[in-house]
């Protein structure tokens, strides 16, 4: 037997070999333990979901919103929480970026009627920072996007706080994405 000839017959037997085997009947699969990954755990870079959940971060010193693409949207903490872990890579690639951190300190958030109630604790005393407009505006503007929530209003210590709206005046009156129009590019 020449080596050409023994080295095809070796080869077919190996591939033959490599085959899924073949059941009877279909059987059952386990699936691996632990979580699979969803759309906020694989990272919001996938384009598949079928809902867009809308931040608003900051670009090129405005407010801009960015869209993540979602199996279903978040509950209003979920939404808040992925507002404060700022842009994906992604994201800041295009040129996104938050003012958040350091400015504004976000305790939590509860919804009462279409109102959202923001509490915020006390920033610490110099943070370096002076975009609070801004911070406050990724907030409302980002959660107004969502239907349950037509305001939104902050509070420390659990008495209204004075914010920063979008024309620099003070408010402690609950605020819409309106009040931060003058931050926000004109489309």
């Given at each position: 037997?020449?080596?050409?000839?023994?080295?095809?017959?070796?080869?077919?037997?190996?591939l033959?070999?490599?085959?899924?085997?073949?059941?009877?009947?279909?059987?059952?699969?386990?699936?691996?333990?632990?979580?699979?990954?969803?759309?906020?755990?694989?990272?919001?870079?996938?384009a598949?979901?079928?809902?867009t959940?809308?931040?608003?971060?900051?670009?090129?010193g405005?407010?801009?919103?960015?869209?993540r693409?979602?199996?279903?949207?978040?509950?209003?903490?979920?939404?808040?929480?992925?507002?404060?872990?700022?842009?994906?890579?992604?994201e800041?690639?295009a040129?996104?970026?938050s003012?958040?951190p350091?400015?504004?300190?976000?305790?939590?958030?509860?919804?009462?009627?279409?109102?959202?109630?923001?509490?915020v604790?006390?920033a610490?005393?110099?943070?370096?920072?002076?975009?609070?407009?801004?911070?406050?505006?990724?907030?409302?503007?980002?959660?107004?996007?969502?239907?349950?929530?037509?305001?939104?209003?902050f509070?420390r210590?659990g008495?209204?706080?004075?914010?920063?709206?979008?024309?620099?005046?003070?408010?402690?009156?609950?605020?819409?994405?309106?009040?931060?129009a003058?931050?926000?590019?004109?489309?």
């Amino acid at each position: 037997m020449s080596r050409r000839l023994l080295g095809g017959a070796v080869l077919v037997v190996l591939l033959g070999g490599c085959g899924v085997p073949v059941d009877d009947a279909p059987r059952r699969v386990r699936p691996p333990a632990g979580a699979f990954p969803t759309a906020v755990t694989a990272g919001p870079t996938a384009a598949s979901g079928r809902v867009t959940e809308a931040l608003c971060f900051v670009r090129e010193g405005r407010l801009d919103r960015a869209g993540r693409r979602l199996d279903s949207l978040p509950g209003i903490d979920l939404h808040l929480q992925h507002l404060l872990a700022g842009p994906t890579a992604g994201e800041r690639e295009a040129g996104f970026a938050s003012a958040l951190p350091g400015t504004v300190s976000v305790a939590g958030v509860r919804m009462n009627g279409t109102l959202a109630e923001v509490d915020v604790r006390a920033a610490g005393e110099e943070t370096g920072r002076s975009d609070e407009v801004l911070a406050f505006g990724q907030i409302v503007c980002t959660l107004t996007t969502r239907r349950d929530v037509d305001r939104v209003s902050f509070r420390r210590d659990g008495r209204p706080l004075d914010v920063p709206r979008g024309d620099g005046s003070l408010s402690r009156a609950p605020l819409g994405a309106l009040d931060y129009a003058p931050l926000m590019p004109v489309r």
